[in-house]
């Protein structure tokens, strides 16, 4: 199977001209056409709402496209829920599922009337004397122990440090009711990047049982449960993506079948989804301005792990385009680097490519999430900009480049580099 960029070689070179390489370019169309399509596979439930996870991708125009789609936020943290807030987005379309949260951040939440997702027992004290509680609260679960799809896809929720034991979950609904806390929701997130149809609805059927022993013990009907994040994406060519249209079939059937006979038919299903919704509808592109042969050959690119970390941070496969190259066979072997001071600053070890020339542009795949927003800035590297290729064609800077001006920023304090000489461009 070949994955294929959503731009051609002569489109892209035309954006190259305006946006020198590197750059992020997201695909306005992919991104509208799937929001639309997770809109639609919850159709079902009349409550549904997807709370996009903003740190997968935390730019304003981003935001604003996925609040016109009918998206809420998920923010865990305080600059999160300022962006969210600033973009228009606040009150119950903000969901705060933070952990380790201060109580600046839980007077902001409050604030701003957000969803308050609580990550922990002794949160329940820390909010209300913070803060104060509110109307709503939501419960973060983590059942322990391993949990295993039917596909035999495992995560380690017990190794997890995130959420409520079942027995605190119980005791917490049932002391926020005597607190005065009228209404309440469910959250867990069990699984990482899980590309098969079948983990949402596994998760829903744990989560939709645990709703009726809520129900039974705390007599507390959930006003909703949030299924998270976790669904994945392809990153490899030979996996095959999900069916958003059968996963949210499988989580009505779970509805249907457990729910819907307890009376909890009213319960409304969100989504916290990041990699799902942005993922694959970016692209890395970077030039390769060196080749080097030694024990090894590499093609070394004007783009470093500052602006795509996951290959040096988990070894992570992202797929490359050789532009114009796409029907070449793939007869060398290369690893493709980056220019930081670090050997695991590699966008692909061993990797089966076209022959590359210095000036051909690569295309990294599914950078979209958890991709600039992870970027960082060793060895003085800046994170590059952020384009989106619209719908009608026309390129729309959403994030230009950092510069060494910027970098310096936190020295504004003092004159320590007022006078830095600093190269045009830089
Ligand atoms: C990271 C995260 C998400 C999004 O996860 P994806 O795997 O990107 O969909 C959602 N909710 C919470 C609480 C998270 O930490």
Known sequence: MQKKPFITKEQLDKIIEQYPTPFHLYDEKGIRENARRVKEAFSWNPGYKEYFAVKA?????LIKLFHEEGCGCDCSSMTELVLSEACGVTGKDVMFSSNVTTADEYRKAKAMGAIINLDDFTHIDFLEEEAGLPDLVCLRYNPGGVFELSNGIMDNPGDSKYGFTKYQLLKGYSVLKMRGVKNFGLHAFLASNTVTNDYYSDLAAVLFRLAVEIKQQCDVSLSFINLSGGVGIPYRPEQESNDIMKIGEGVRKRYEEILVPAGLGDIAIYTEMGRFMTGPYDGLVTKVIHQKHIYKEYLGCDACAADLMRPAMYGAYHHITVMGKEDQPNSRLYDVTGSLCENNDKFAVDRM????????????????AHGHAMGYNYNGKVRHAELLYKEDGSVQLIRRSETIRDLFATFDFCDVVKDADIPQGW
């Open 353 to 368: 490519l076209p022959y590359t020339e210095v000036g051909d542009i690569l295309f990294i795949h599914d950078a979209g």
């Open 57 to 61: 991708t935390p730019n304003p125009f």
